[in-house]
């Protein structure tokens, strides 16, 4: 299962988005399902910058606890040999053989191979041209209620990659002679998400801001809302940050000149907590989510 959304938090795509192993937490499903969530958390960890803009430099880290998860449930289907992720974007229809299905649209993986391992388990492994970039093991509870996963996401990562495991919970089932995944699911918890995912770094220099991550994701960007470049992540080409009060700020995260993802942050008053707030354009959903200051 997957989750998938540009944007340089690295930790919110694995709490928001549908498609990365998203985790790039929902969008693309199985891994993108859960790489959805970690890839929107660093995009989204930026400090709004007031008179004292050295309050807001300096290292910030997510608080998985605080999650707020997008209600919109994500809508698998494993039937006849085929599996869809009605709710990945775009849509998501293979074989689920066990052999590398060609995937277009999507800018993390070029190929998806599903394998049914058991009548509650699958596998998957996602590739880019030719390279293994995610993979992960879903798996259903024997009351059919709960979906659990787990992954390793090096999709958009120039370093180590991004390990986690979560669940979610049924709101619907499946249509008759499908695989157990089948049906829609909300995402319940992330139980873990590797430490990688979950920093980001500021510096804010003069009128510009400056971010980077353990995953090899950096922008250097002006606070006018001038539009700049995003490096290291093949789903985000460009990012624009605006201050839009004292503490608040708001991030437009753009894949190939389209709005994917804006970001309103607002930072506390004695500076040390920083809320997120995360429209999911691409799949329609919203999450958030607190950081704070290490």
Same mark, same amino acid.
């Given at each position: 299962?997957? *989750?998938? %959304?540009? =944007?340089?938090?690295?930790?919110?795509?694995?709490?928001?988005?549908?498609?990365?192993?998203?985790? +790039?937490?929902? =969008?693309?499903?199985?891994?993108?399902?859960? +790489?959805?969530?970690?890839?929107?958390?660093?995009?989204?960890?930026?400090?709004?910058?007031?008179? *004292?803009?050295?309050?807001?430099? =300096?290292?910030?880290?997510? !608080?998985? #606890?605080?999650?707020?998860?997008p209600q919109k449930p994500d809508e698998y289907l494993l039937k006849d040999g085929m599996y869809h992720c009605k709710t990945c974007a775009p849509p998501i229809e293979v074989k689920a053989d066990g052999q590398d299905q060609k995937i277009t649209g999507h800018p993390y993986y070029d190929t998806m191979n599903i394998k049914v391992v058991d009548d509650r388990t699958i596998e998957e492994a996602d590739k880019k041209n030719g390279k293994t970039v995610a993979t992960s093991k879903t798996w259903v509870s024997p009351d059919g209620n709960t979906l659990m996963f787990e992954f390793s996401d090096s999709s958009a990562t120039n370093a180590d990659p991004v390990t986690g495991k979560g669940s979610e919970t049924r709101v619907s089932?499946?249509?008759? =002679?499908?695989?157990?995944?089948?049906?829609?699911w909300r995402m319940a918890k992330m139980e873990s998400l590797s430490e990688n995912a979950l920093r980001i770094t500021y510096n804010v220099t003069g009128d510009s801001?400056?971010?980077?991550?353990?995953?090899?994701?950096?922008?250097?960007?002006?606070? !006018?809302?001038?539009?700049?470049?995003?490096?290291? !992540?093949?789903?985000?080409?460009?990012?624009?940050?605006?201050?839009? #009060? *004292? %503490?608040?700020?708001?991030?437009t995260d753009k894949r190939d000149g389209k709005v994917i993802s804006v970001a309103r942050i607002n930072v506390s008053a004695d500076g040390k907590t920083m809320k997120v707030v995360v429209d999911d354009k691409l799949h329609g959903t919203q999450a958030e989510f607190t950081a704070t200051k290490q």
């Open positions: 299962m997957k *989750a998938e %959304n540009g =944007g340089s938090i690295v930790a919110i795509k694995y709490l928001i988005s549908q498609e990365s192993p998203k985790i +790039r937490l929902e =969008g693309d499903k199985q891994i993108a399902m859960k +790489r959805g969530y970690w890839l929107l958390l660093p995009v989204f960890l930026m400090p709004p910058v007031t008179m *004292a803009q050295s309050v807001f430099d =300096g290292t910030w880290k997510v !608080d998985l #606890g605080t999650a707020k998860f089932k499946g249509p008759e =002679g499908s695989h157990a995944i089948s049906g829609s801001l400056t971010m980077s991550n353990q995953t090899g994701q950096s922008y250097t960007a002006k606070l !006018d809302g001038t539009e700049a470049p995003y490096k290291g !992540d093949p789903g985000t080409t460009s990012v624009s940050v605006k201050k839009t #009060g *004292a %503490n608040t700020m708001e991030e």
